[in-house]
């Protein structure tokens, strides 16, 4: 399995998308440019210039029309995926954290972090389906917990609202009203900041990565704990193979904890969980630094991981991996 390797950003990955049909990726960086790929070739096809900080979070709509990314410049913009061009901003009065389509791209959660007094937020918004005729009003605003969100995302038929963040506590809110429904428990929960939360392809579960050290995988509906997958870094980023029962799981140390002359270059692997069992199935090392972002791709046959150096790197799985006997 050669990795294809990706280079267009001149800072660290925060976050990779695959859209739908799997054929285009999507990465967000610290160099406020985020950017489109091919998904087979890992050519780069454009660029969205318009952001003036880092951007931590995009989302691509059902139909690959719409791009939505959430910038640490306090705004949210929309883009024409096929253009460039972009057609909207909402703007803020602190950092965008996350973002992400509802079910039919009609709405958008937005999440913003706490900034100089004011709390983290959860945003809804329309998405009109005309861009002349978007407006920045909020259908529905949610007054955070302590510290950031890191991820929010829909929930089944967009009825729920389900967060992670700071406080290492997930979350599952009312999209109509706002309301606190369940909130994981404190015993069985991460111990540590969670900074990754990612849904299962059929959107009945999801799985979430914390700086504890760990993985786990939880009902959408009920919140229960499902699975544990421990680990001896920080998870940074965690995906759901939509093919296999597989999770994978990257991270590494703080950026800001890392010596530049490990001899153990390139040593940052990203490792592959049985999801039932539990158990390590595998890695894939490159990376000259903490992965900081992962996705499948729609099909289960590829992976792409981003990492603190900047590069992305798109895995092709060989003919082997689909045949491992645990």
Not at 60 to 66: Q, T
Not at 292 to 315: C, I, K, Q, T
Request: proline share 4%; glycine share 10%; net charge neutral.
């Amino acid at each position: 399995m050669r990795p294809i390797l990706m280079k267009g950003h001149e800072r660290p990955l925060t976050f990779l998308k695959y859209n739908r049909e799997g054929d285009l990726l999507f990465s967000c960086a610290k160099d406020h440019t985020p950017t489109v790929w091919f998904a087979d070739n890992g050519e780069r096809l454009g660029t969205y210039r318009g952001h003036n900080g880092a951007v931590w979070c995009c989302d691509v709509s059902r139909d690959s029309g719409l791009l939505i990314t959430g910038s640490a410049d306090q705004s949210v913009k929309l883009w024409s995926v096929q253009t460039g061009a972009q057609l909207y901003s909402f703007n803020f009065d602190s950092p965008a954290k996350a973002v992400d389509f509802s079910i039919g791209d009609k709405l958008a959660i937005i999440t913003t972090d706490p900034f100089m007094g004011l709390p983290s937020t959860i945003q809804v918004k329309r998405i009109a389906r005309d861009p002349s005729e978007q407006t920045s009003e909020s259908v529905l605003t949610i007054k955070g917990p302590q510290g950031r969100i890191n991820r929010a995302v829909w929930g089944p038929l967009n009825k729920t609202i389900i967060s992670g963040g700071e406080d290492a506590v997930v979350r599952i809110w009312d999209a109509e009203t706002g309301q606190l429904l369940k909130e994981s428990d404190k015993e069985t929960g991460h111990q540590k900041t969670i900074t990754s939360l990612s849904k299962s392809a059929d959107g009945s579960h999801f799985l979430t990565g914390s700086l504890d050290k760990s993985a786990k995988l939880w009902d959408i509906r009920t919140l229960t704990l499902i699975k544990t997958y421990v680990t001896e870094r920080p998870v940074n980023a965690c995906a759901i193979s939509p093919l296999l029962d597989h999770v994978v799981m990257g991270g590494g140390q703080e950026a800001s904890h890392v010596t530049t002359t490990d001899r153990r270059a390139g040593k940052f692997e990203a490792k592959f969980f049985h999801k039932i069992l539990q158990e390590e199935i595998g890695g894939v090392k490159g990376h000259f630094g903490p992965i900081n972002a992962l996705a499948f791709n729609p099909d289960g046959r590829s992976f792409a991981s981003g990492g603190e150096d900047g590069y992305v790197r798109l895995h092709h799985f060989d003919p082997d991996y689909f045949n491992i006997k645990m």
